[in-house]
């Protein structure tokens, strides 16, 4: 059990509303990672993390902001979401060359 | 930029049966390491399986075992023993540390859905 918990599991919303999903976890690791996962892309990376307040862009980073104020929680903001953000989005942790440990997903729908 | 190649969008075996999942990768670098991850129904990321770059020893663990070609850059999976537990997608993954920066970012392949038949 890595220790993931991501919130909410799944949501519904409409275009142009912005949208929070959460990741929590329970260890102190360092890095944190959010992914979308789409059919027949895999997981691309959007942003991730790499202390307290440090974050960088991942390859689709385009419409989607985070921020991390404390090593246990790792927000994504989509700032005005849009149909094409339907997607999956996993949150993963992780420490220097270890696995990837993931969370179990938030299906997000914009409609 | 790496890039990470699953060519077999589907593939199916039989139960008890053995079968190989392929994974390709395009890197100029000498330090990376190379995973297998497995997302059943349920959608959970798990892992099955890691190699270091730096050792030519290919990883077991229990029924999977990994062909490790680091000159054709080739990292594929294979599954013994087939259990129905084992479908699921599969995927493959390369990721790099970078010791300037403190980075380390994964690339993820595009998946091979399993399925085991009874």
Same mark, same amino acid.
């Given at each position: 059990?890595? #220790? @993931? ?20 976890? *329970? ?12 059919? #027949?892309? #895999?997981?691309?990376? @959007? ?20 921020? %991390? ?7 994504? *903001? ?28 938030? %299906?997000?729908? @914009?409609? | ?9 589907? !593939? ?32 959970? !990321? ?18 999977? $075992? ?7 850059? $080739? ?13 699921? !997608?599969?995927?493959?993954?390369? !990721? ?23």
């Amino acid at each position: 059990d890595a #220790g @993931i918990t991501q919130s909410p599991r799944h949501k519904v919303t409409e275009t142009g509303t912005p949208v929070t999903l959460r990741c929590h976890q *329970t260890e102190n690791h360092r890095y944190m990672y959010w992914y979308r996962q789409d059919p #027949g892309h #895999g997981l691309r990376l @959007i942003h991730y993390s790499y202390g307290v307040k440090d974050t960088d862009k991942g390859e689709v980073s385009d419409g989607y902001s985070v921020s %991390r104020s404390k090593t246990e929680d790792f927000l994504l *903001t989509l700032e005005s979401a849009t149909s094409s953000q339907t997607s999956v989005y996993f949150c993963a942790n992780g420490d220097s060359n270890q696995p990837q440990h993931f969370g179990d997903g938030t %299906r997000l729908s @914009i409609l | 930029a790496q890039t990470v190649t699953q060519s077999q969008p589907e !593939m199916s075996v039989q139960e008890a049966e053995t079968v190989t999942l392929s994974c390709t990768y395009d890197t100029s670098e000498n330090n990376y390491y190379l995973f297998w991850y497995k997302q059943p129904p349920s959608r959970q !990321m798990i892992l099955v399986i890691r190699q270091e770059a730096y050792k030519q020893q290919n990883a077991t663990e229990n029924r999977f $075992s990994v062909n490790f070609q680091k000159a054709a850059k $080739s990292f594929s999976l294979k599954i013994s023993d087939s259990q129905l537990g084992d479908t699921a !997608m599969y995927f493959c993954a390369f !990721m790099k540390p970078s010791f300037t920066s403190g980075t380390y970012k994964y690339i993820f392949g595009t998946g091979t859905r399993l399925k085991v038949l009874a």
